[in-house]
């Protein structure tokens, strides 16, 4: 589940969070995981690159209830 994303101020706009999210993308399907996107910037990336939307699965409430208890 991917829930948020930050690249600091002084490294935007060098592809760096594409960069980030196509590698962590890219890890989670080649472990036959499900890609959860509740980050808005996952979200597009994914809208953006369809050889990920098969991966995706939405935000079951049990999703969201594991980021609101910590457990991550």
Same mark, same amino acid.
């Given at each position: 589940m991917f829930f948020h994303t930050v690249v600091e101020d002084d490294y935007t706009g060098q @592809?760096? @969070?594409g960069r980030?999210?196509?590698f962590a993308l890219d890890d989670t /399907?080649?472990?036959g995981l499900p890609i /959860?996107? /509740?980050c808005t910037y996952f979200?597009?990336?994914v809208e953006e690159h369809p050889e990920y939307q098969q991966h995706? /699965?939405?935000a079951h409430h049990?999703?969201?209830a594991?980021?609101?208890s910590g457990d991550r």
């Open positions: @592809g760096l @969070g980030l999210t196509g /399907v080649a472990e /959860v996107t /509740v979200a597009a990336y995706t /699965v939405p049990d999703h969201l594991a980021l609101q």
